[in-house]
Every structure is written in structure tokens, then in C-alpha cells.
Nanobody, 128 residues
Framework: QLQLVESGGGSVQPGGSLTLSCAISGLTLNDVVIGWFRQAPGKEREGVSCIWNRGSITNYNDSMRGRLNIFKDYAKNTVFLRMNSLNPEDTAVYFC?????????????????????WGQGTQVTVSS
């Protein structure tokens, strides 16, 4: 019943910005931690950011810290990821994923393994 749908990807030039969205249905944002992850060809899936189900707790990949902002729109049941100063190394498929309150691994973490529900991803391509 839980479904996550990413959108907002596309092609940008180096230095550009994108805002990705993750629309959640089946559960409210109070019931899940939402994480953002990315996977480039030939590389392992990498955590980008996460946001707690309640309050302001967030987490960011240190390699991208300062270029990211994760935030929620409760009315839209959507989590957004704003990415700034993009570079070609940011090229990847970006996924959002949910970690349910009921999970024993329930936390705001950027390791992909505990997340049980995943969107299909949205492609981000950064090139000149």
C-alpha cells in the first residue's frame, strides 16, 4: 500500500540546481523516515539525505553537505530534496525510500539497507 514516486530529475549544467520530489501515498509522513539515495552506473547505492518522521532531525552525506536541503510539505505528503552546485559526479539515478516507524532499524540514517520501500528513481544528469 505504500508507494513512493520520485520526480524532478533532469539534465542540468555544472553549477546548476534541481529540486527532487518524493510523493508518498499509503502512509503519512508521520509514519516514515524518508531517505534519498543515489546510484551511478557501476557504483553502489549511496545515501544522500534523510528526514525524520517528526521534528526537524535530518542527516546528510558529508560529501554533499552544504549543497543539500531536505524538507517536507505535509499538506502534499511530499519530501523534497534541493540540490545546489551540482557537478558531473552527482550524475546518478536518485531514489527516495521509506523506513517505517515499525522497523527495528527506525532511524534517520543514510544507509540504504534498512529502507524497505523504494521509488523507481529519477535520473539526474549533470553535464556541459
Amino acid at each position: 500500500q505504500l508507494q513512493l514516486v520520485e520526480s524532478g530529475g533532469g539534465s542540468v549544467q555544472p553549477g546548476g540546481s534541481l529540486t527532487l520530489s518524493c510523493a508518498i501515498s499509503g502512509l503519512t509522513l508521520n509514519d516514515v523516515v524518508i531517505g534519498w539515495f543515489r546510484q551511478a552506473p557501476g557504483k553502489e547505492r549511496e545515501g544522500v539525505s534523510c528526514i525524520w518522521n517528526r521534528g526537524s532531525i535530518t542527516n546528510y552525506n558529508d560529501s554533499m553537505r552544504g549543497r543539500l536541503n531536505i524538507f517536507k510539505d505535509y499538506a502534499k505528503n511530499t519530501v523534497f530534496l534541493r540540490m545546489n552546485s551540482l557537478n558531473p559526479e552527482d550524475t546518478a539515478v536518485y531514489f527516495c525510500a521509506a523506513l517505517r516507524v515499525s522497523s527495528e532499524y527506525y532511524r534517520c540514517g543514510i544507509q540504504p539497507a534498512p529502507y524497505t520501500d523504494w521509488g523507481q528513481g529519477t535520473q539526474v544528469t549533470v553535464s556541459s
